[in-house]
């Protein structure tokens, strides 16, 4: 069972914008850091921006200035905004939680960003 499902991924040209959705299943969502994590082709996952409860936020350096990071504990979803955006910004895009203390992590299916004209 997926406790995690990401929506809002599609096809942008380089420059553009789009806005990524992740909602949680369960109503723990506030004690959990929520994450978005992204994979090319051949590439390793990396960390794209990271979120905690209390709203501190956490970037990779390639997207500090164009990607924000926020959440709704009310609706226990977490976005990421993506602005002009780059061709090598193409990948599948995963929300990412991860418990306070535990070692309890869940992962999205992914969703499909492609940046291309």
């Known amino acids: 069972q997926r406790q995690l499902v990401e929506s809002g991924g599609g096809l942008v040209q380089p420059g553009g914008s789009l806005r990524l959705s992740c909602t949680a299943s369960?109503?723990?969502?506030?004690?959990?850091?929520m994450g978005w994590y992204r994979q090319a082709p051949g590439k390793e996952r990396e960390l794209v921006a990271a979120?905690?409860?209390?709203?501190?936020?956490n970037y990779a350096d390639f997207v500090k200035g164009r990607f924000t990071i926020s959440r709704d504990n009310a609706k226990n979803t977490v976005y990421l905004q993506m602005n002009s955006l780059k061709p090598e910004d193409t990948a599948v895009y995963y929300c990412?939680?991860?418990?306070?203390?535990?070692?309890?992590?869940?992962w999205g299916q992914g969703t499909q960003v492609t940046v291309s004209s």
């Open positions: 990412n939680g991860k418990h306070n203390r535990l070692s309890l992590e869940y």
């Open positions: 369960r109503s723990i969502f506030s004690i959990y850091t």
């Open positions: 979120i905690t409860g209390g709203g501190s936020t």
